[in-house]
């Protein structure tokens, strides 16, 4: 099984912040990497996909990167709406996914 | 945009099973599939087994071998998951999720079932 490991588990951070998430695979997905945000409550909401690629509707200050094993969620300037918590996903093993263990962003 | 519509709430003892309903609005069921993952209380996602919108094949969790069963029923555009032999530490809440093709991450998810196993 492919193992996602997420870092860090928790961050603190203020409204206009650069936040930066981070996406180790066990092995090579390929860019088959999604991020998702959560807020309390909800279910996730799929932000980004293929690594880089942002989902129809999403703000632009979400970005991604990487390649590999190694990827990257990035928010330039924290927005109020943003403080929530941040999973990343491997799809290369469709149809068994695997989520990394979660970033909460506070203030 | 493809809404999941789940089923309710559920309580139950430990040992007993519980069954929950995804309904699919576009009322045709994706040739992709339906996902199940969990929550548990403060917890991360996990992702529990998938049902196949082409020929209801399902691949799930190997933690979960043995005690779950995902079907669906094409007709009513409904995915089901049973669990089995519930213990304290499946009390989670439940998402149905739908992806665009087949190697695609979820798109679409379903608003939750929370289920609460209790003695």
């Known amino acids: 099984d492919i193992q996602m490991t997420q870092s860090p588990s928790s961050l603190s951070a203020s409204v206009g912040d650069r936040v930066i998430i981070t996406c180790r695979a066990s092995?090579?997905?390929?860019?088959?990497l999604a991020w998702f945000q959560q807020r309390p409550g909800k279910a996730p909401r799929l932000l980004l996909y293929?690594?880089?690629r942002v989902e129809s509707g999403v703000p632009s200050r979400f970005s991604g990167s990487g390649s590999g094993t190694a990827y990257t969620l990035t928010i330039s300037g924290l927005q109020p709406e943003d403080f929530a918590t941040y999973y990343c996903?491997?799809?290369?093993?469709?149809?068994?996914?695997?989520f990394g263990q979660g970033t909460k962003v506070d203030i | 945009q493809v809404q999941l519509l789940q089923s309710g709430a559920e309580v139950k003892k430990p040992g007993a099973s519980v069954n929950i309903s995804c309904k699919v609005s576009?009322?045709?069921?994706?040739?992709?599939?339906v996902s199940w993952v969990r929550q548990a209380p403060g917890q991360g996602l996990e992702w529990l087994g998938w049902?196949?919108?082409?020929?209801?094949?399902?691949n799930y969790a190997q933690k979960l071998q043995g005690r779950v069963s995902m079907t669906k029923d094409t007709s009513t555009a409904t995915a089901y998951m049973a669990l089995r032999s519930l213990q304290s530490d499946d009390t989670a809440v439940y998402y149905c999720?739908?992806?665009?093709?087949?190697?695609?991450?979820?798109?679409?998810w379903g608003q939750g079932t929370l289920v609460i196993v209790s003695s």
């Open positions: 576009s009322h045709a069921f994706p040739i992709s599939g």
């Open positions: 092995q090579d997905i390929v860019n088959s």
């Open positions: 049902v196949s919108g082409y020929d209801a094949g399902t």
């Open positions: 293929a690594a880089s």
């Open positions: 999720a739908s992806t665009k093709d087949s190697y695609s991450p979820p798109g679409n």
């Open positions: 996903q491997q799809y290369y093993s469709s149809p068994s996914w695997t």
